[in-house]
């Protein structure tokens, strides 16, 4: 077991493109760090870097206390489970499983000892003679999970690993990977580009976006202080809700005027130097309130979800959405009244995008 620590990695690809920028990033022994962001953010470079496949331009990296970035990668004690799973076809689920520990010329019988509590762990012990074809895919990722669960690396890297299974088995693998990590008690790296993962299964989630590190905190701190705009948006579904508005001051009292409405705000040391300039209002969906007083919008459009409706609104030109319970019937072209539940809303800076605290 061990943790990681990557000093000002840089990523630099033989055609000049700079995927990822002098990051820094601690990951602690036993700890499951999701790596998260857009498609093209930087984060299977990152981790392909991690595993040695692909080498590190600049920076330093550590696995456990050794400098790694001249080791080869079988050299790492990292296993590496992809979205493809890897398995060879023409080897049964225990060769497949077995493989890289024959390689290693450990003894039959430890191979055999391994593989079964492997595939005891991922409840697969019926299938060790299938051939990868005879198997579901939610099977084969298990068997590719099991390939690396019997190698007992001190580290797991994990590419998108649920990206090919149907909606259902995802949430269900989901669920599994979070047992399997506290059963084996070892540090996970896992990247993804889906937020309900990255909150789901991180003990901390690291946002990347253009080949830099954002954030890096527990999921619920980035969903309730998130440092931008970005990571505003990125985490939370459906997506938080961004209203321009004015901060003004009436009465001793602070106000986001957002075209001819108002909503009061509390008044904070923090908003002071925003008051008379443009911000953007945070908003999210389930913090948002219709009923009287706030800010008139407009229904576009209402899904029903079962319990929860949500409300897609319309402002002007802005569009909002609103998470209501289903209760209440609101009509296509109804004007409703907007407001923020327990002051819980965001400000961020017009310019830079960063939260203002
Ligand atoms: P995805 O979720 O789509 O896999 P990602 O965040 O994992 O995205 P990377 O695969 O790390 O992104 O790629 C980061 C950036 O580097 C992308 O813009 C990609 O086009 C670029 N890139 C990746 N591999 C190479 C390469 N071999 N040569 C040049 N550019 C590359």
């Given at each position: 077991?061990?943790?990681?620590?990557?000093?000002k990695?840089?990523?630099?690809y033989?055609?000049?493109?700079?995927?990822?920028?002098?990051?820094?990033?601690?990951?602690?022994?036993?700890?499951?760090m999701?790596?998260?962001?857009?498609?093209?953010?930087?984060?299977?470079?990152?981790?392909?870097?991690?595993?040695?496949?692909?080498?590190?331009?600049?920076?330093?990296?550590?696995?456990?206390?050794?400098?790694?970035?001249?080791?080869?990668?079988?050299?790492?004690?990292?296993?590496?489970?992809?979205?493809?799973?890897?398995?060879?076809?023409?080897?049964?689920?225990?060769?497949?499983?077995?493989?890289?520990?024959?390689?290693?010329?450990?003894?039959?019988?430890?191979?055999?000892?391994?593989?079964?509590?492997?595939?005891?762990?991922?409840?697969?012990?019926?299938?060790?003679?299938?051939?990868?074809?005879?198997?579901?895919g939610?099977?084969?990722?298990?068997?590719?999970?099991?390939?690396?669960?019997?190698?007992?690396?001190?580290?797991?890297?994990?590419?998108?690993?649920?990206?090919?299974l149907?909606?259902?088995?995802?949430?269900q693998?989901?669920?599994?990977?979070i047992?399997?990590?506290?059963?084996?008690?070892?540090?996970?790296?896992?990247?993804?580009?889906?937020?309900?993962e990255?909150?789901?299964?991180?003990?901390?989630?690291?946002?990347m976006?253009?080949?830099?590190?954002?954030?890096?905190?527990?999921?619920?701190?980035?969903?309730?202080?998130?440092?931008?705009?970005?990571?505003?948006?990125f985490?939370?579904?459906?997506q938080?809700?961004?209203?321009?508005?004015v901060?003004?001051?009436e009465?001793?009292?602070?106000?986001?005027?957002?075209?001819?409405?108002?909503?009061?705000?509390k008044?904070?040391?923090?908003?002071?130097?925003?008051?008379?300039?443009?911000?953007?209002?945070?908003?999210?969906?389930?913090?948002?309130?219709?009923?009287?007083?706030g800010?008139k919008?407009?229904?576009?459009?209402?899904?029903?979800?079962?319990?929860?409706?949500?409300?897609?609104?319309?402002?002007?030109?802005?569009?909002?959405?609103?998470?209501?319970?289903?209760?209440?019937?609101?009509?296509?072209?109804?004007?409703?009244?907007?407001?923020?539940?327990?002051?819980?809303y965001?400000?961020f800076?017009?310019?830079?995008?960063?939260?203002?605290?």
């Open positions: 077991m061990a943790g990681l620590k990557l000093t990695i840089n990523k630099t033989p055609n000049g493109f700079k995927a990822v920028k002098d990051i820094d990033l601690e990951i602690v022994d036993k700890e499951f999701v790596l998260v962001g857009p498609s093209g953010c930087g984060k299977t470079t990152t981790l392909r870097m991690i595993a040695g496949l692909e080498e590190i331009t600049k920076g330093d990296l550590e696995i456990g206390d050794k400098h790694v970035n001249d080791v080869a990668p079988k050299d790492r004690d990292i296993a590496m489970v992809f979205q493809n799973y890897a398995l060879y076809p023409h080897m049964s689920v225990f060769d497949n499983m077995g493989f890289a520990l024959k390689l290693r010329k450990m003894s039959k019988q430890d191979i055999k000892d391994r593989v079964q509590k492997a595939a005891e762990i991922l409840g697969i012990e019926s299938m060790l003679t299938r051939k990868p074809k005879e198997l579901s939610g099977q084969r990722q298990r068997v590719a999970l099991g390939r690396a669960i019997v190698r007992q690396p001190q580290v797991f890297l994990m590419d998108e690993p649920l990206s090919n149907d909606a259902k088995l995802r949430v693998m989901r669920a599994e990977l047992k399997l990590h506290r059963e084996l008690q070892t540090t996970f790296v896992y990247v993804t580009h889906d937020q309900t990255a909150m789901t299964m991180g003990t901390r989630i690291c946002v976006n253009d080949g830099l590190i954002l954030q890096v905190d527990k999921p619920s701190e980035i969903y309730n202080h998130p440092v931008n705009k970005f990571v505003a948006s985490i939370g579904a459906p938080m809700n961004f209203i321009p508005a901060l003004i001051e009465n001793g009292q602070t106000f986001a005027k957002c075209g001819d409405s108002k909503l009061l705000l008044s904070e040391d923090r908003l002071k130097p925003y008051i008379g300039k443009s911000v953007d209002l945070g908003v999210r969906p389930e913090n948002c309130i219709i009923g009287e007083g800010i919008a407009v229904v576009e459009l209402r899904e029903l979800l079962g319990s929860e409706t949500f409300l897609y609104l319309k402002m002007g030109e802005i569009n909002l959405i609103a998470r209501v319970s289903s209760d209440v019937d609101y009509a296509i072209g109804d004007v409703v009244e907007l407001s923020i539940k327990n002051d819980f965001h400000v800076d017009k310019e830079t995008e960063m939260a203002v605290v």
